[in-house]
């Protein structure tokens, strides 16, 4: 009885470093290989294009908020001269 447990214990403890060891091989492949499946690269590209999008709406913006200002202060001066 004691050595049918010790031989699953031992059996089961092979198994486990070989998958242990199989994990870390393919691991280090996909790291290797470049890590990101078609659809997370698509996932990635359409973020980054949104990002983009943001930045330069945000650019246009400041642009806007520079041109009101600039009447704004053009308008203050007009109503100091009086």
Do not use: W
Not at 3 to 30: H, R
């Amino acid at each position: 009885m004691h050595g049918a447990i010790i031989v699953a214990i031992i059996f089961g403890g092979l198994v486990l470093c070989l998958a242990i060891i199989g994990g870390t091989i393919l691991l280090g492949v996909k790291i290797k290989k470049g890590g990101l499946s078609p659809r997370d690269q698509r996932s990635r590209t359409e973020e980054t294009r949104m990002i983009q999008e943001i930045y330069q709406g945000l650019e246009r913006m400041e642009q806007r908020i520079e041109a009101l200002e600039t009447i704004i202060l053009k308008g203050r001066g007009k109503d100091d001269v009086r």
